[in-house]
Structure formats: structure tokens, C-alpha cells
């Protein structure tokens, strides 16, 4: 089986078309402040940052509403520099999350690509997954580029693929958890099954929860909790780069069998007796 090469330069990641050297997705929460944001987020090497529209203004509030004029988190994540990618974090329907996406569209002069979440309830922020199966099908007829939260239920990531979505993002643990990989076999099963990229959205706490995701084969990983609330969010975020970068070398290259018994590593054969 060829396998493609581990450099991140020819081992691209391909979202709506387009291509991306980094495989890890940053968010833009529970940061000290401005700086630090671009600070963490430029240490993580990452090129896509999700931005919650209903939480995080991307211009400074001001009694109208939103004001280019302020400072604000384009200034330090400038959209020349990083793909935008407006969430629906806080929408607990399909209606309020088609409606912020089209705000975001509107902020963003046509952006198409977003991140639907559609969540069920404020304690567990798990998907709701019937809402989110409705927004998917509305905003894919309305030509968005959809990557999508969902549950890690192979059946739901397989429909929301068949809809239309561009990427699908199954939770490994609660949102903000940093529980890590929770149940592999369904994220395999989703992983080996899937035309389109599968990334880990959800429940990363540490590097090796990344390295996880990424040896069983997941396309990339999404996180910002296991950032931002590190003791040292930019050590943590060079952390997570080469996690990442690792995770998905090692999974090219295939991992040694397991075994019950040892195998000794010189060889046996051919020595005096």
C-alpha cells in the first residue's frame, strides 16, 4: 500500500479545496487577552482558527454593535495570514445556528466555510444531533463549506458526509474535558469509512491525546481549551504542533505489531554456538 510522505509540505491537509501544511486547528477562547491569542496561536503553528461568532466580536463592541475602528482579533489573527473559521458555539438549534452563520458570511465579505455546532444541552455540550442534521442540509443548499460537530456515531458522520459536509468533527470526550480519546473503536470505524476529513473536535487535554488522534488516522485535530488554560499556553501549543505533526508520521509509517511474548531485537540467527 503506498502511503503518502510525512513531510507536512507534500502530506497536505485538503479542506473545501484548499490546502493547508498544518493539521492543527486552534480556537480563540478562555485566552488573558489579545496577545496572548496571537501569541498561542502563531506557537501552534496552526493556519485555520475558529472564531465563536455569538461569543467572540470580531471587532470591538461599541453601543451600535460591532466597530472596525476598535482593536480587535483580526489585528492579531489577520485573515491574510490565517483561514477564518466562524463557529455556531452557543446556537441550540438549527435555526440560530443557520442564522449565525449567515451574520458570520456577511462579517466576513462571503465566507463561506464554517463550523456548525448545534449543541443539546449547557452541561454536556454534546451535539444535538437531529438539529444539527437539519442546519447541515439547510446551509450545504446554501452553498456554506460545512465542517461540522457531531457525535462519534459512524452512522451520523457517514449522513453528514452524504449531505454535503466538507469535514466532519467527531468529539473524542465533553467539550473543554481534556479527557482525551475516549472510544477509539468508534473513531476508527469513522476514520476508515470516510471520503472526506475526519478531525477530532473536542476533549484534548494534552499532546498525546492529539498523537492519538492522529495515529488512528485522523485528518487533523481541533482544540483550544488544552491551549488556553495550560499553565504555559504557548509551550503547550509548540506541544501540540509537533503532537500533531508525530501522531501523523506514525501513522504513516505503521506501527509494529502487538505481541504477547517478547522479540528480542538482535537477532538469534546465525550466532556461535
Not at 453528514?160 to 477509539?184: D, F, H, K, W
Not at 509548540?238 to 505489531?257: S, Y
Request: hydrophobic share 45%; proline share 7%; net charge neutral.
Amino acid at each position: 500500500m503506498d502511503h503518502p510522505s510525512p513531510d507536512p509540505a507534500t502530506d497536505p491537509l485538503i479542506i473545501a479545496g484548499r490546502s493547508y501544511r498544518s493539521r492543527l486547528l486552534v480556537g480563540t477562547g478562555k485566552y488573558r487577552d489579545l496577545q496572548q491569542t496571537g501569541a498561542a496561536v502563531e506557537a501552534s503553528g496552526a493556519e485555520i482558527v475558529t472564531v465563536a461568532i455569538r461569543r467572540t466580536p470580531l471587532f470591538a463592541k461599541t453601543a451600535g454593535g460591532q466597530n472596525a475602528a476598535g482593536p480587535n482579533l483580526l489585528d492579531v489573527l489577520p485573515p491574510q495570514r490565517y483561514t477564518i473559521l466562524p463557529n455556531t458555539a452557543g446556537c441550540y438549534n438549527a435555526a440560530e445556528a443557520v442564522r449565525t452563520c449567515r451574520l458570520a458570511r456577511e462579517l466576513l465579505d462571503g465566507h463561506a466555510l464554517v463550523k456548525l455546532e448545534v449543541l443539546g444541552d449547557p452541561k454536556t455540550l454534546f451535539p444535538n444531533v437531529l438539529e444539527t442534521l437539519k442546519a447541515a442540509e439547510e446551509l450545504v443548499a446554501d452553498d456554506f463549506q460545512v465542517m461540522v460537530y457531531t457525535s462519534d456515531d459512524p452512522i451520523i458522520a457517514k449522513r453528514l458526509e452524504t449531505i454535503g459536509c466538507v469535514a466532519v468533527m467527531p468529539l473524542a470526550a465533553p467539550i473543554g474535558s481534556g479527557l482525551g480519546i475516549q472510544n477509539r473503536y468508534t473513531l476508527l470505524e469513522i476514520v476508515e469509512n470516510a471520503k472526506v476529513p475526519v478531525l477530532v473536535d473536542a476533549g484534548v487535554g494534552t499532546a498525546s491525546d492529539a498523537a492519538i488522534a492522529m495515529e488512528l488516522g485522523c485528518d487533523g485535530v481541533l482544540m483550544n481549551t488544552a491551549i488556553a488554560e495550560a499553565r504555559d499556553p504557548l509551550r503547550m501549543a509548540q506541544a501540540m504542533k509537533h503532537a500533531v505533526i508525530a501522531g501523523r508520521q506514525a501513522f504513516i509509517a505503521g506501527r509494529m505489531p502487538r505481541r504477547r511474548y517478547a522479540s528480542a531485537s538482535s537477532p538469534q540467527d546465525g550466532l556461535p554456538q
